[in-house]
């Protein structure tokens, strides 16, 4: 009998394509399974129960605690917008505000849609926007995801359905979050529980609501049979959609071989093609707004104080082999970066930015003028894509820097960092769904809670970015940010992510560069 615990291919030496061997051993591990995915299966259409599963748990659900991937994804799924962004023409469309206008530079009005309901029968209206709004916005209240209203300076009421949103500075970007990450909770309901109240007993207005949540475990969605039909969300066609936090990938996997799930993601790109060679799943493939890159921790008291020296960082760079990592292990639809920030994004540039190409022998140098002849130890701390993080591990050994690795949950990760503990971090980015580069450069280089080198340059010439209006005068001060911490090497830009994801053949399920699972716009076959 086949052995179905999935035994990933060693991921720590592989720099180079899986042989035809090899391929051959894993596809003949994965069919013998498939025999047992034959059987009757936990999952699918049969109970109108779509069940997928994710290897992070989110700390909180309230879309303002979190920011994990897949709770941005169930806060798209249970909350809604004021405004919605056409995720296909990139056109802004009213959801919970049905018109608005800008009044001037820093103010916008809205005008609500009637009749909306949460799920809990509270009334959607102005006291909703205004509470939630100046709530999340202000630091005291200590949301996790503040970089995205910290621009807000007030919110006020005109009357029952309108509004008046008035920004600290000129913001280019308002409309951009205010349609992706700026949800709107129930006012009476979340001013009685708070965050911790929302997390326990989750309500939003959106196209499905929470009928349990196990946290750490699971999260159970159910179709909102009210919700409202001018929504630019399409009115759900699945019926209860059960999200399972598996952190093990070789458990992920051996559920959905059997039936058990219906749905992984960010799966491996070697294991998602073989998976998707079995006669029950299918692969599903795009690219993504997501980059990958490491940041250097430069501060006053880093663990590793050899990363003040710029010669470490540039040679930390040129250690690694960023095409040959794209073509073997990234796979199809990644693309190289060279400056940290996504490059679909408005105001996002790569053009003129200093490039570091592989040279072990200029690293080895590099580092011995910088008094590292012999190398030195450091820890490195990463919480998913393992796999390109033993590679790049590796790469820094041959060069003399010799790695460990810290792997850790993504809050655990963020805490190191904010506490000054974390030294070198390989870590994504998907910029919350927000195509901006305001979303990404700016919560790495801006002295936020996230930023590990604070050069009060860049810090400057990206808030000189975020509130420009005139277009071009605003790339100019990106670009110049861009530049700077590429010349300073104050990170490694790796590439853009690609997604792969396994699914049972009985769904349909189109995927979106934001890596947003819209669970209202799939269905059964």
Known sequence: ????????????????????????????????????????????????????????????????????R???????????????????TNEYKGQLAKSWKQVDDKTLEFELRQGVKFHNGEEFDADSVVYTLNYVADPKNKAVTQQNVSWIDKVEKIDKYKVRLTTKEPFPGAKEYLSTTVAIHPAKYYQEVGPKGMNAKPVGSGPYKVV???????????????????????????????????????????EVISGGEDLIMSVPKDQAEQLGQMPNLQMVTGNTMRI??????????????????ERVRKAIIHAIDRESMLKNIVGEGGGLINTICTP?????????????????????????????ANGFDIDIVAYRERNQTEAIINY?????????????????????????KASLTHQTWGSNLVNDVSASTPVYFAFGN?????????????????HTIDSEARKAAYKEALDLIAQKAYAV?????????????????????????????????
């Open 1 to 68: 009998m086949a052995d179905c615990r999935f035994t990933p291919v060693s991921r720590a030496r592989r720099s180079t394509p899986v042989t035809t061997p090899l391929r051959a051993a894993l596809a003949a591990t994965l069919f013998a399974c498939a025999g047992l995915a034959a059987q009757p299966a936990l999952a699918g259409k049969k109970d109108d129960t779509l069940r997928m599963a994710y290897d992070q748990a989110p700390e909180s659900v309230d879309p303002y605690f979190n920011n994990v």
């Open 70 to 88: 897949i709770g941005v994804i169930i806060a798209a799924n249970v909350w809604d917008t004021l405004l919605y962004r056409d995720p296909v």
């Open 212 to 254: 349990d949540y196990q946290p750490g475990k699971s999260i159970t969605l159910e179709r909102n049979t009210d919700y409202f039909k001018d929504s630019p969300k399409a009115q759900p066609k699945i019926g209860k959609v059960v999200i399972r936090f598996i952190p093990d990938r070789q458990t992920q996997m051996a």
């Open 292 to 309: 990958v890159f490491m940041q250097m921790n430069i501060q006053d008291g880093t663990p590793a104080p050899q990363l003040k020296d």
């Open 344 to 372: 679909s994004q408005v105001g996002c540039t790569q053009d003129g930015a200093p490039t570091y190409k592989y040279d072990p022998a200029l690293a080895k140098k590099l580092l011995a003028d910088a008094g590292y």
């Open 396 to 420: 820094l050994q041959a060069v003399g820097i010799r790695a460990k690795l810290n792997f850790l949950q993504y809050a655990a990760m963020r805490d190191m960092i904010r506490a000054n």
């Open 450 to 466: 996230d930023d590990v080198t604070r050069d009060p340059k860049v810090r400057d010439l990206l808030n000189k970015g975020d």
């Open 493 to 525: 830009p790796l590439w853009t992510l690609p997604a792969y994801y396994v699914a049972t053949k009985d769904v349909n399920f189109k995927p979106y560069s934001d890596e947003l699972v819209r669970f209202w716009d799939m269905s059964w076959k």
